[in-house]
């Protein structure tokens, strides 16, 4: 089998693979019995099925989802629950609900990157994902060095490569008395995973209404958050992040405060994918369950080659030599 025909990035279906590499087709999908004599590790897990990585899309905020939140949030009705309640926040069953939007777009973007794999809705408590390469959302467990923490977003096919929560502060008193709350909450589920995984890629996402902040708490939390996020290398401090974005939404109308935090801040929503792609390159790029590309390993091939020919110089030499003698 070329080469060219095993590229990763085509993802062509399992049936190909087979039929090139044993003469007849055979799929995974269709609940078919291993044949006899056939590796069991061909079966489960061939060339084809890992994934090219490729560029991170921005994530996004969707906002006709996040107006009807700001509606949710002026209003004095519960429309799940029935129940009265204050204007100007939400009450704990919304506050539960609200972002999970938000994680939902962040593991779209997430999965493309990783090539277009599968997003996968948590099974619970599961310390595995339920499918072997996949990003998972929704309640996702992870075992760190100081405690067993959910996250809301996870990519984890050795163990956690990615995990990602997002934690949302919803009315002005909430957060006069919960930021500092918040801010040690984030620094202790970083260092719970990072010092396990210390190549793990943790990612925050700290959303507030804009009518909810006040300008001393603007200032304190995006000076924390900046300091946060600073984490690049893994022997890095393990409460630091490698990723935070801080959204300011505007519950009238849904949209996201285009100078809260500034826009030269690393914080911003919008810059979010530049930071975690070339991470995660660095950290992962060509490891399983990730494929090479053609021209990479080509390249690969040419400076192996070259260097075997470079070792055969010296026995050239020696034999030349011997003839002269």
């Excluded at 560029?55 to 996040?66: D, F, G, I, N, S």
């Excluded at 204050?86 to 609900?97: A, I, K, L, P, V």
Aim: proline share 8%; charged share 25%; hydrophobic share 35%.
């Amino acid at each position: 089998m070329t080469r060219a025909t095993r590229r990763l990035g085509a993802r062509p279906p399992c049936s190909e693979f087979f039929r090139d590499c044993f003469g007849f087709p055979f799929s995974l999908d269709t609940g078919q019995q291993i044949p006899d004599g056939l590796p069991r590790l061909a079966v489960q897990r061939c060339d084809y099925c890992m994934a090219e990585l490729k560029k991170m899309p921005p994530v996004t905020v969707p906002p006709a989802q996040l107006k009807a939140w700001g509606q949710t949030w002026l209003g004095t009705t519960n429309n799940i629950t029935g129940k009265t309640k204050q204007t100007g926040r939400f009450d704990r069953q919304q506050s539960t609900n609200f972002a999970s939007f938000i994680d939902k777009s962040f593991a779209t973007s997430l999965a493309v990157m990783l090539g277009d794999v599968p997003l996968v809705a948590s099974t619970g408590n599961a310390l595995i994902p339920s499918q072997e390469d996949c990003v998972e959302y929704g309640k996702i467990r992870v075992i760190g060095g100081i405690r067993p923490q959910n996250y809301d977003v996870a990519y984890r096919p050795d163990g956690p490569r990615i995990v990602f929560d997002s934690k949302t502060l919803n009315d002005l008193d909430s957060v006069r008395k919960n930021w500092q709350n918040m801010v040690n909450d984030l620094g202790t589920e970083a260092t719970t995973v990072h010092t396990r995984f210390p190549y793990a890629l943790v990612i925050f996402m700290v959303v507030i209404p804009a009518d909810a902040l006040g300008k001393k708490q603007e200032q304190d939390i995006i000076r924390t958050l900046e300091r946060l996020a600073t984490r690049k290398a893994v022997i890095d401090q393990p409460h630091l992040v490698e990723a935070c974005s801080f959204i300011v939404w505007n519950p009238a109308d849904g949209t996201v405060h285009p100078d809260i935090p500034p826009q030269n801040s690393h914080l911003r929503i919008e810059k979010v994918h530049t930071i975690i792609e070339p991470i995660y390159l660095d950290r992962y790029k060509g490891l399983p369950p990730h494929s090479v590309t053609d021209e990479e390993q080509d390249g690969e091939d040419e400076s192996e080659d070259k260097q075997k020919q470079l070792a055969l110089v010296p026995a050239q030499t020696e034999k030349k030599a011997e003839g002269l003698d």
